[in-house]
């Protein structure tokens, strides 16, 4: 180690050079891996905070307009409020409850509206026993500045007022950001009479759920979508983002192989008469061998360390939003740091067995004669 840290000191710009490239990768792998994780369980979050085994939709794209409602955008299509009679009649459907979702001004503040009845207090634990008033997420209260007892001001199309009677506890996810009140107030504000956005259905018999939805998809102008579909959709997505993203943190460390590779071999070209002098004492074969292998993999774990801090740092200044609005804040987890560092060191390996053996070859006789 004394040798590794000697020529390490000696060529201080080459080992800067060499650090940094294996660092890159490695920090972009960290990144990658705590944003996929954070992504899919901030998708886990929002479906499952839906609280609903159907999500029953106009007709549309199923997946735009699922994001939609969990964003609190205008779904731009709607489902006549009259449909809920048809919807409660299919067997094994033990709740539907109706939905209007859509941005609106708050107290002159564009925020996501969410409009339903108390139904949804058997999906939601909210701490109240009837919607009468409004239920404010606890981001929304924050920006506008709100408690419970204040009045705010709803308008878009037309305009209401409501009382604020629930602060929601921080959640993280979507919830925190809509303005939750009763479905006619919603629908006078965005001038939805008699329509919805959407109808959460909940199940009486979960083993059920399947031969439900196909009752409910055969309804005219409907369809019938499990949450779980929407939630496989949007993981293979971000799926396959991530995997052009990991091609190019793929190549990002075959260069850093490559750097290192050539770092190590001029290393052995410099270094001739120190190998001379190894092998003269008597140092063997396997000794030089080792001694190159010990002084890339070194670096490399050195860069491995670096690169996770600086994928760290990376990570806490990305959005915490998806590209679709969706929160997903990065998740860490001890076994990415291992990953990372076991990457670095197989880079640090590969890249030193070329140099090793051809320091480990060199005859002493031929080698001295740098001298």
Same mark, same amino acid.
């Given at each position: 180690?004394?040798?590794?840290?000697?020529?390490?000191?000696?060529?201080?710009?080459?080992?800067?050079?060499?650090? $940094?490239?294996?660092?890159?990768?490695?920090?972009?792998?960290? $990144?990658?891996?705590?944003?996929?994780?954070?992504?899919?369980?901030?998708?886990?979050?929002?479906?499952?905070?839906?609280?609903?085994?159907?999500?029953?939709?106009?007709?549309?794209?199923?997946? @735009?307009?699922?994001?939609?409602?969990?964003?609190?955008?205008?779904?731009?299509?709607?489902?006549?409020? %009259?449909?809920?009679?048809?919807?409660?009649?299919?067997?094994?459907?033990?709740?539907?409850?109706?939905?209007?979702?859509?941005?609106?001004?708050?107290? %002159?503040?564009? @925020?996501?509206?969410?409009?339903?009845?108390?139904?949804?207090?058997?999906?939601?634990?909210w701490g109240v026993t009837r919607l009468d008033g409004a239920v404010v997420g606890s981001d929304?209260?924050?920006?506008?500045?709100?408690?419970?007892?204040?009045?705010?001001?709803?308008?878009?199309?037309?305009?209401?007022?409501?009382?604020?009677?629930?602060?929601?506890?921080?959640?993280?996810?979507?919830?925190? @950001?809509?303005?939750?009140?009763?479905?006619?107030?919603?629908?006078?504000?965005?001038?939805?009479?008699?329509?919805? +956005?959407?109808?959460?259905?909940?199940?009486?018999?979960?083993?059920?759920?399947?031969?439900?939805?196909?009752?409910?998809?055969?309804? *005219?102008?409907?369809?019938?979508?499990?949450?779980?579909?929407?939630?496989?959709?949007?993981?293979?997505?971000?799926?396959?983002?991530?995997?052009?993203?990991?091609?190019?943190?793929?190549? *990002?460390?075959?260069?850093?192989?490559?750097?290192?590779?050539?770092?190590?071999?001029?290393?052995?070209?410099?270094?001739?008469?120190?190998?001379?002098?190894?092998?003269?004492?008597?140092?063997?074969?396997?000794?030089?061998?080792?001694?190159?292998? $010990?002084?890339?993999?070194?670096?490399?774990?050195?860069?491995?360390?670096?690169?996770?801090?600086?994928?760290?740092?990376?990570?806490?200044?990305?959005?915490?939003?998806?590209?679709?609005?969706?929160?997903? *804040?990065?998740?860490?987890?001890? +076994?990415?740091?291992?990953?990372?560092?076991?990457?670095?060191?197989?880079?640090?390996?590969?890249? $030193?067995?070329?140099?090793?053996?051809?320091?480990?070859?060199?005859?002493?006789?031929?080698?001295?004669?740098?001298?």
């Open positions: 180690m004394w040798i590794v840290f000697a020529n390490a000191k000696k060529r201080k710009a080459r080992l800067v050079m060499t650090v $940094a490239g294996i660092a890159i990768g490695v920090a972009t792998l960290f $990144a990658l891996l705590a944003s996929s994780a954070g992504i899919q369980r901030g998708l886990e979050r929002e479906i499952g905070g839906l609280g609903a085994h159907i999500l029953l939709l106009p007709v549309g794209c199923p997946y @735009t307009l699922t994001l939609a409602l969990m964003q609190g955008a205008d779904t731009l299509a709607y489902i006549p409020q %009259d449909r809920l009679t048809d919807v409660r009649a299919v067997s094994n459907v033990r709740l539907a409850v109706p939905v209007v979702v859509g941005r609106v001004r708050v107290n %002159d503040a564009m @925020t996501p509206l969410y409009g339903t009845t108390d139904e949804i207090l058997q999906l939601k634990q929304a209260a924050s920006r506008l500045g709100l408690s419970v007892g204040s009045r705010i001001t709803l308008s878009f199309y037309a305009q209401q007022e409501a009382e604020v009677v629930r602060i929601l506890p921080r959640t993280g996810g979507r919830d925190d @950001t809509f303005v939750f009140v009763p479905l006619e107030v919603a629908q006078s504000v965005l001038a939805l009479a008699d329509e919805v +956005s959407a109808v959460l259905v909940q199940t009486a018999n979960v083993e059920r759920v399947a031969q439900t939805r196909q009752a409910l998809g055969r309804l *005219a102008n409907l369809q019938a979508v499990p949450p779980s579909e929407v939630f496989d959709m949007l993981v293979g997505l971000f799926g396959s983002m991530a995997s052009t993203l990991m091609l190019i943190t793929g190549v *990002a460390i075959v260069v850093g192989v490559l750097t290192t590779m050539n770092t190590m071999t001029m290393a052995v070209y410099e270094r001739k008469a120190e190998i001379g002098l190894l092998r003269a004492v008597g140092a063997t074969r396997g000794d030089v061998f080792r001694l190159f292998v $010990a002084e890339s993999l070194w670096v490399s774990l050195v860069a491995g360390v670096l690169g996770v801090g600086a994928g760290y740092v990376v990570t806490q200044l990305l959005p915490r939003t998806t590209g679709f609005g969706l929160a997903a *804040a990065p998740h860490f987890s001890p +076994s990415y740091v291992g990953i990372c560092l076991l990457v670095a060191a197989g880079v640090g390996t590969l890249a $030193a067995v070329y140099p090793a053996l051809m320091a480990a070859r060199m005859e002493p006789i031929k080698a001295l004669r740098a001298l």
